[in-house]
């Protein structure tokens, strides 16, 4: 029989404005309280707070995970920002077992990414319609503004 596994995680949601971010938060949150397939011991949810031009607002909780392979499917579906393990100390994984886990884990990675690549094409494509029209793209300056200012 699988092993459970209690961890502590963190989920957390970082932008602008603070409404938005306590608001998405509570989405996410709202999401990890209704699923049924896990047991939350412990929830504490802290208000957002200004960390330099943007909020930062977060939840910490304790959960009784069946097993490992649904706390991988718990960070692949919320993306807690930290993990923490407790219980059990030391596990045990036959190579075919950890061999399946990892590959769910990366087909979930490769949908992420198809995700992204498909919105970065897009985002190009809508570029170089506005530039041609002529109209001014209103993130280019301050894309610009931030190349100019890492180190090099």
Known sequence: MPEQVKARVIVEVVGYPKDHVEENLKLILDKVFDDKSFQITRK?????????????AFSEMEITFK????????C????PS???????????????????????MLARFHQYEMVTRTIHAQNLILNQKL???GAKNPFKDKQDTKKSTKKK
Do not use: C, H
């Open 44 to 56: 504490e949810v802290m208000p957002a707070k200004p960390v330099k031009e943007l909020f930062s």
């Open 67 to 74: 097993d490992i392979t649904q706390l991988v499917g718990f």
């Open 76 to 79: 692949v579906d919320y993306l």
């Open 82 to 104: 930290s993990v923490e393990i407790y219980e059990p100390e030391r596990m045990e994984f036959k190579a075919f077992s950890l061999s399946g886990l990892l590959n769910d």
């Open 131 to 133: 530039q041609e029209i």
